[in-house]
């Protein structure tokens, strides 16, 4: 017995003994976590519950050179409400009239708001969801209304901040304006991006349940400051104009791409921008800029250079006379051919570029250039064609000029180049040359942006760049001119002469290089020139006499059934938009002198009214019109004018086939 109890009391010592040294371990270890190690506990209790959150700041705008947004940065608000955080009566007192505010903003019923908020009540969610992507003046709303008012902490409210890009004016010139996101760098924004972006601010966030973090305050720790701005010398009607132009030409031609630039001739300023690729669907969106990008054979448009070489080379005038026989002529074998059928006999030079005879530009630059090379590839080196303009936006494309040193040069490499094969150049290039033809031989450097500015304030300003002051003789350059004009009045683009404007130009159908490649059976096909796909340009300027601006079109495969030269798919866009910019943007100031013309014009006038008077008694269908062409007739016909927005019509006020009284209002939205 004696035995048994001494085994027992043996155990609950050990068994003290080890609780007493737990109990002293426990002790301890509380001891060293907190006053030993106290300090690093406590800065890993604060880094898991309250963190510093980053507020981006917004990117600075790009404007059109009127001012115009093209770019600008949106805020954003997602709205929550930590309904743990308000107090029961309160709560009680004003859910319903909050729920009514959010029905009237939100539209979904009232019942619904306050079945939602009752079941997050009693669930206590501490951050339920009211809306996402709010703008900033309905959030500035939200705030106000009932519970909300209260703020943070007793109304429970929480706003979450982002910015978006947006285009108030649409995607047009959407690649030219460009993008600085997960995309890359492109355009204006890709180009200025470091200018453009603004200083972030701070924000201390607290964690609440499910890893969810709300603001503590409502005052940033620190503003975010806003970037800075970039002026472009994109004009919005005329780009308006543009755009549509060559829209309208894609959609009848189903081409596959094509692009149109306006630019001012004296100054070098991009007044309009635009590059539309088809997609599988047939629609036409800003793909690429193929305008500073893509890089191709021009075509009949590059035979101004070859000309224009001979004649400030004095090797021929305008009268020489070119035999180009029955419009067929072989150089080692490779045929040159002249579109007209039977061509076009002796015709002079001048004539030559007119018609855009391929076998006389030919015949004359391998007279005079066949033994001196080089004399004709340091032409166009000065003409601008032999190296990349040298843009601020990134992804210009590379021309290809031969020379007479590269492995690629043959016995033929002249002779086509001449008619505007065996050379690659983009849009932009051709585009700089012709305008200085138009600016009286100073070739200027076409650009796309005005000035920075840094709050208001001007902080540089882009002149005009002269990238050669003199490309050819004056005597050289009016001849050229008055060639280019008689293009448009008797040559291969008379189908767009006007006689109440004058234009001058050239026309260009290339055919197309297609590449080494498998055919759908898997048979291998050389690289070859294709029957059935074409390049189609024109390049120019307007007014003739007084050139003020210069434009370039290219279309790349249109459907060769309805049209593929130059005169027939692109000649049309560039009088439209010189028509458009001619009657909407006054060139000059004009006057009229002639007295007795007042008669004539008066009656005419009255004519004209008697006919809209008489065809329009009911107001018409605008829908899917242009905004200037709806803009026109509506006043035409006396009605008032109202409109916002740039584009084409997506909804008249008045409906069509309601009766006409003049002198009312409609007001057009414009997409």
């Known amino acids: 017995m004696a035995t048994q109890k001494k085994s027992i009391l043996t155990k609950f010592y050990i068994v003290a003994a080890f609780m007493t040294i737990f109990l002293l371990a426990v002790v301890l270890r509380v001891v060293h976590i907190q006053y030993v190690q106290g300090d690093k506990y406590k800065k890993l209790s604060t880094e898991l519950t309250i963190k510093q959150d980053t507020i981006i700041a917004n990117k600075g705008n790009v404007y059109a050179a009127d001012g115009n947004l093209l770019a600008t940065s949106m805020s954003k608000f997602t709205i929550r409400m930590d309904v743990v955080a308000v107090k029961s009566n309160t709560f009680e007192k004003n859910f319903v009239a909050l729920s009514k505010e959010l029905s009237a903003m939100f539209g979904k019923s009232t019942k619904y708001y306050q079945d939602r908020l009752r079941t997050a009540k009693k669930r206590k969610n501490r951050y339920l969801l009211i809306a996402r992507n709010v703008g900033y003046n309905d959030y500035l709303k939200i705030k106000k209304f009932p519970i909300f008012n209260l703020g943070v902490y007793r109304g429970g409210f ?356 297609m590449p080494r490649h498998k055919d759908k059976n898997g048979k291998t096909i050389s690289g070859h020139y294709s029957s059935k796909h074409y390049v189609a340009s024109f390049a120019g300027f307007f007014p003739a006499d007084k050139p003020k601006y210069s434009c370039i079109v290219v279309v790349h495969d249109p459907k060769k059934e309805k049209g593929y030269y130059g005169a027939t798919v692109a000649a049309p866009i560039f009088k439209e938009i010189a028509q458009k910019i001619y009657t909407t943007t006054p060139i000059d100031n004009q006057s009229v002198e002639d007295k007795t013309q007042f008669a004539s014009i008066n009656n005419q006038y009255k004519k004209y009214n008697k006919v809209i008077n008489k065809e329009y008694s009911e107001v018409p269908n605008v829908w899917g019109m242009s905004g200037m062409d709806a803009v026109s007739l509506l006043e035409n016909i006396g009605l008032k004018v109202e409109f916002s927005g740039v584009g084409k019509v997506n909804h008249q006020s008045i409906k069509k086939g309601t009766k006409l009284v003049k002198g009312s209002t409609i007001t057009l939205k414009l997409s």
Request: with cysteine; glycine share 8%; charged share 30%.
């Open 158 to 513: 929480i706003a979450e901040h982002k910015t978006v890009r947006a285009h108030p004016i649409g995607k047009i010139a959407a690649r030219t304006i460009g993008y600085d996101d997960f995309r890359g760098e492109a355009g204006i924004e890709g180009a200025f991006a470091d200018f453009m972006q603004g200083k972030n601010g701070l924000r201390w966030k607290q964690k609440i349940a499910k890893n969810q973090w709300k603001p503590i305050s409502d005052v940033n720790e620190k503003e975010p400051i806003d970037g800075h701005d970039v002026i472009t010398t994109i004009d919005v009607n005329i780009q308006d104009i543009t755009h549509h132009a060559l829209l309208r030409q894609l959609e009848y031609f189903e081409a596959d791409h094509g692009c149109a630039v306006v630019m001012e001739t004296a100054t070098g300023e991009i007044k309009a921008i635009s590059n539309l690729g088809r997609t599988s669907k047939g629609k036409y969106f800003e793909k690429r800029n193929y305008a500073v990008w893509e890089s191709h054979e021009p075509g009949s448009t590059f035979k101004l250079a070859s000309l224009m070489a001979a004649l400030d080379d004095n090797f021929i005038d305008t009268s020489a006379v070119v035999d180009t026989g029955k419009g067929k002529y072989f150089i080692h074998n490779r045929k040159v051919e002249d579109s007209k059928r039977g061509g076009y006999g002796k015709i002079s030079a001048a004539r030559v570029f007119e018609v855009s005879s391929n076998v006389g530009i030919v015949k004359l630059i391998r007279k005079y250039y066949d033994d001196k090379p080089e004399k004709f590839i340091s032409k166009l080196e000065k003409y601008g064609f032999t190296k990349p303009i040298g843009f601020q936006i990134k992804g210009e494309g590379k021309p290809y000029v031969p020379s007479p040193k590269d492995k690629r040069w043959s016995k033929i490499s002249l002779e086509w180049m001449s008619w505007g094969y065996g050379v690659s150049v983009t849009p932009m290039q051709t585009l700089m040359f012709y305008n200085a033809v138009a600016n009286n031989g100073v070739m200027v450097k076409p650009r796309f942006v005005k000035e920075l500015r840094r709050q208001d304030k001007t902080e540089k300003v882009f002149e005009t760049e002269v990238v050669n002051y003199k490309i050819a003789s004056d005597k050289t350059l009016k001849k050229i001119r008055k060639i280019m004009e008689n293009v448009v009045v008797r040559g291969t683009a008379k189908n767009i002469y006007s006689s109440n404007f004058s234009m001058a130009g050239k026309t260009g159908t290339a055919k197309k290089f």
